[in-house]
């Protein structure tokens, strides 16, 4: 039986074109009704593209050429779990260029909602048009949503203030549970005979909280390589935006600035007006972002690059000398997603560390956490 499986998996690795020298053997009827001949059908529909469209529709008696995109979609999920299906969706749009994916309402609902699908999304939205581009925007506005419900806690938790273990709070959480108080103040609600504290009241710690806005200015490098970081940064902003103690703004660049503080609210909006690609200039970039500084002891400017500038080095190291000098906090971020690989010029990353710049990789909890400190230092 071992060997049968065997077989059979190799039949699924070659492929339909394989069948006059290998067929399935026992075992290749699966559960739920499913066989290896429905898998075969679902992968050869994508990989025989490998052939080229030539040798994929030579024959109008295979299975897989009465498939079409939208039926495809719905097999595969029945027949492949949710990693393997995003799997297979990430190759039939990176490797083989099935745009109608995007393109067709009816496929693209029924594609799995995540980060990679979204920056896809980012990348082909000029072809999308009409009911289509709708449904684009929902998957947008699904994913940010999905991505700020991870953020928003710790994010919140770095920014919010530290705890004050000196006063209580009404904000009943675990995390700011004040045990010692609790059990001191119901020693009093001591049962004899079960041998244990009736809890009457809990007491939890109060958080010292500052509400002297500092302003955040996040400049984003719109460049293709930066594209989890764009999704982070638009998705963290519209946190910070809502954060009493923060006065943000957001600009995205190539060569080009365009300011999209307006929108925080809206990620969706925000997100779909990236035009991703073009060169990067980052000093007319930060010479924008040192226009909005009013009050530089309370202004953080954080660069989210890779640092690989298309202008000058030296003008870019001049303009970061004057917001440093200045008194403002210049942030430079290497990568923002939640790997946080960092991709990134280093010889010009060690120059903005030695005029002052914090420069490093962090994950948005981490920047958080930086930046809260910052504060409240």
């Not at 660049?253 to 609210?265: A, G, I, K, R, Y």
């Not at 925000?270 to 073009?278: D, H, P």
């Not at 991709?343 to 490093?360: E, I, N, S």
Request: net charge negative.
């Amino acid at each position: 039986m071992e060997h049968t499986s065997q077989l059979n998996r190799w039949r699924l690795i070659l492929g339909g074109y394989a069948k006059d020298q290998l067929s399935f053997g026992e075992g290749a009827a699966l559960e739920n009704g499913i066989s290896c001949m429905d898998l075969e059908e679902a992968l050869d529909f994508l990989y025989n593209r490998e052939q080229g469209d030539d040798v994929r529709d030579r024959t109008g008696s295979l299975d897989a050429s009465r498939l079409t995109a939208v039926t495809w979609i719905t097999k595969i999920r029945k027949l492949f779990p949710k990693e393997t299906v995003e799997i297979l969706e990430r190759h039939a749009l990176d490797r083989y260029g099935m745009t109608e994916l995007l393109t067709d309402r009816e496929v693209l609902e029924k594609l799995e909602p995540n980060q990679e699908l979204l920056k896809t999304i980012l990348q082909l939205k000029h072809l999308m048009k009409g009911d289509v581009l709708e449904a684009a925007r929902r998957i947008v506005k699904k994913v940010a949503e999905d991505i700020a419900k991870k953020l928003n806690q710790d994010i919140r938790r770095s920014l919010l203030g530290r705890i004050d273990r000196n006063s209580s709070s009404p904000v009943r959480s675990m995390r700011n549970l004040d045990i010692q108080k609790t059990i001191r103040r119901n020693l009093k609600h001591y049962d004899t005979e079960q041998e244990r504290i009736m809890l009457e009241q809990v007491y939890f710690h109060g958080r010292t909280r500052k509400y002297s806005q500092w302003r955040v200015i996040i400049a984003v490098d719109e460049s293709g390589s930066m594209l989890d970081s764009v999704i982070h940064s638009a998705v963290m902003a519209g946190i910070f935006a809502k954060l009493p103690m923060l006065d943000t703004r957001l600009v995205i660049f190539d060569t080009q600035v365009v300011d999209l503080s307006s929108h925080m609210d809206d990620p969706v909006a925000t997100l779909m007006s990236i035009q991703l690609g073009g060169g990067t200039y980052i000093t007319g970039a930060l010479q924008y972002c040192e226009s909005l500084v009013e009050n530089p002891h309370r202004t953080m400017v954080v660069l989210v690059s890779d640092l690989c500038e298309g202008g000058s080095v030296a003008g870019l190291l001049g303009v970061s000398r004057g917001i440093i000098e200045s008194g403002a906090k210049l942030i430079c971020l290497t990568a923002l997603d939640m790997e946080a690989n960092p991709v990134y010029d280093r010889h010009t990353a060690q120059k903005m560390a030695d005029l002052g710049a914090y420069v490093g990789a962090m994950t948005p909890e981490m920047l958080g956490d930086f930046m809260g400190k910052i504060m409240n230092g």
